[in-house]
């Protein structure tokens, strides 16, 4: 494994000094933080917690590490310290016990780190189905690849009468408990069943019963998350049957028309207004709101947007987002760091966004991220590049004064550098000179139209 950044968080004591000395000399590159609740900061590929004696009342509240996006391995220093925790509810991938080989630590780092990235990935795809079947007005539950709900939509927990504590972390097959079938409840063997076309349950009707007690009847199907060979997970799509009628037409009448029936309008969604600036300094607000990415604790999520930016509306390949972030990084350090950085820039853009929602601004397509905040933002570097354009159109079919009322007003947004945050980046570089050399050809027509 390639030299990783670590940190050892807790208090390190002659034991422990031992294992970072032996890390150390292994080629990795080892920090130590004496409070195991300080934020380690960004790029750590792994997290080392010292667990001791006595400290158990402050480390079980795994409130502390809520923090860490990084893997986390535990390492406790007595035997007997495992019975006083739940290493799972601290979000721990590996534990190492006493005595601390250098060889074992290692091994439970490599676990950890293979562990975590298999989540961000299994993360990731779920959140891709989730958004591309939000649409479907279904309830959806999603599972692992061994059967474990990992997300329930609204209508499914309204459907079931559980909410998430009571789901998540169980069987599909408890927590969807069909009552009538002959041959019991099929999502019992769902993780054996396998079907060349990804459909594991066709759609089939039973009778289940919600949390509430009550019976209902609804219909479903199973589909494999991902791979069919080897899947991501499962999806569990199911609706309550008798609900399942076509809705009434709703209807109102003009006003000052008493006779004219005509469909109710539909009540307008509010779309969120971004402002970004990237000529100069860099800025960008939502809703009015100033974002202040110079507070940002990941500053490889500012360099992620500003490279989704550069190619605002298209798609861009993970593999280009890898080089532009850590270009001296292999491919699969590369995928680890970047699905938790692109973790992180959710969170900055949108806070209050649930685990699993819909993410307004960042879409993830087939490989690649594509950044669009749909029709309602102001981005200057688009906006001048549109009006040179149509300046060029009407300035090359002779309606000089057309033309330079688009130049002008195109120069209105030009205000400095394109991201001068980046001044050794082939891409920005590049793009900053055609900034550049287009004002440059703008202004000319203008003084040529003044002689």
């Not at 006083?84 to 676990?111: W, Y």
């Not at 079907?195 to 594991?200: D, I, P, T, Y």
Request: proline share 5%; with cysteine.
């Amino acid at each position: 494994m390639d030299s990783l950044n670590l940190v050892m968080a807790g208090i390190v004591d002659e034991k422990l000094s031992i294992v970072v000395e032996d890390l150390r000399r292994e080629g990795y590159d080892v920090r130590t933080i004496q409070d195991p609740s300080v934020d380690p900061g960004p790029d750590v590929d792994a997290v080392l917690i010292a667990i001791h004696p006595g400290k158990m009342p402050d480390l079980a509240d795994h409130s502390l590490f809520r923090k860490y996006t990084s893997p986390r391995v535990l390492l406790l220093t007595d035997d007997e310290l495992l019975g006083e925790l739940n290493p799972v509810s601290m979000g721990a991938q590996a534990m190492v016990f006493p005595p601390f080989h250098s060889m074992a630590v290692i091994n439970a780092i490599q676990t950890a780190i293979r562990i975590h990235t298999q989540h961000a990935v299994l993360e990731e795809s779920l959140a891709h189905y989730v958004e591309s079947h939000r649409h479907l007005g279904e309830g959806i539950l999603l599972t692992d690849s061994s059967g474990i709900v990992r997300f329930a939509n609204d209508l499914a927990k309204h459907l079931l009468g559980l909410d998430d504590s009571s789901m998540h972390g169980k069987l599909v097959g408890d927590v969807f408990p069909v009552i009538d079938l002959e041959e019991g409840n099929p999502l019992k063997q769902l993780p054996d069943l396998s079907n060349a076309s990804g459909q594991l349950i066709k759609a089939s009707r039973a009778t289940i019963r919600g949390g509430g007690g009550e019976a209902r009847e609804v219909l479903f199907q199973v589909k494999t998350v991902g791979d069919v060979e080897r899947p991501d997970g499962m999806m569990l799509i199911f609706h309550e049957y008798r609900l399942r009628q076509k809705p009434k037409q709703v209807v109102t009448l003009k006003e000052r028309d008493g006779a004219s029936p005509v469909r109710a309008a539909e009540p307008e969604v509010k779309r969120r207004t971004v402002r970004i600036q990237t000529f100069g300094e860099f800025q960008i607000s939502i809703d009015d709101e100033l974002i202040e990415v110079h507070r940002w604790r990941s500053k490889k999520a500012l360099d992620a947007l500003c490279l989704l930016l550069h190619s605002y509306g298209k798609p861009v390949q993970k593999d280009i987002l890898i080089d532009f972030l850590w270009p001296e990084t292999d491919a699969t350090t590369g995928n680890r760091r970047l699905l938790n950085v692109i973790s992180e820039l959710r969170k900055y853009l949108e806070p209050g966004a649930r685990r699993y929602a819909r993410n307004n601004f960042i879409r993830h397509e087939s490989g690649m991220y594509r950044l669009s905040f749909e029709d309602n933002v102001y981005l200057d570097a688009a906006l001048f590049r549109d009006l040179v354009r149509q300046g060029d159109y009407h300035w090359g079919v002779g309606e000089l004064r057309m033309g330079r009322t688009y130049y002008q007003e195109a120069l209105q947004h030009k205000c400095g550098a394109f991201m001068p945050r980046y001044m050794n980046s082939p891409i920005i570089d590049e793009a900053r000179e055609y900034f550049d050399d287009t004002e440059e050809r703008v202004r000319e027509r203008l003084r040529f139209d003044k002689k």
